[in-house]
């Protein structure tokens, strides 16, 4: 069924929604989790043609990364995690098409009219640029 699920990761408390989630398909289907977080700002956007240093922001990020990582991995998950650099919508397909997933699950924030043009641009590009299916679940809202 799914071999190999990338997770795109926020760095945001949707994440707890789409973790969840996906930790038990990935149970059920006896799959392989990536854990990929892009990191956009303007650092991240020049790191290779700058030859820049990590940000603070990036070593955050990627200190995110490997902390899920171990939780899912303490609870017998195989799990790899990957911080990608630069344009969300396009690593994220970058990283899907490297790594020959099987399907990416991302968190939605249920946005609506123009609020959705500003902050559904990157699941809106990543579903009509792939060709592995894209599961969309709408993040749980903070209590």
Known sequence: MY????????????DRTIVEHVEQLARFAGSRLLLVHVADG??????????????????GDRAYLEALEEQLRAKGIEVESFLAMGDPATEICRVARDRAVDLIAMATHGHRGVSDL???????????????????LRAKRAR
């Open 3 to 14: 071999r190999q699920i990338l997770v795109a990761i926020e760095h945001s408390d949707a």
């Open 42 to 59: 303007w650092a991240a956007r020049h790191f290779d043609e700058l030859e820049l240093r990590e940000s603070e922001e990036m070593r």
């Open 118 to 136: 500003i902050h559904g641009q990157t699941a809106d590009a990543v579903r009509h640029r792939v060709s592995v299916p894209v599961l969309l």
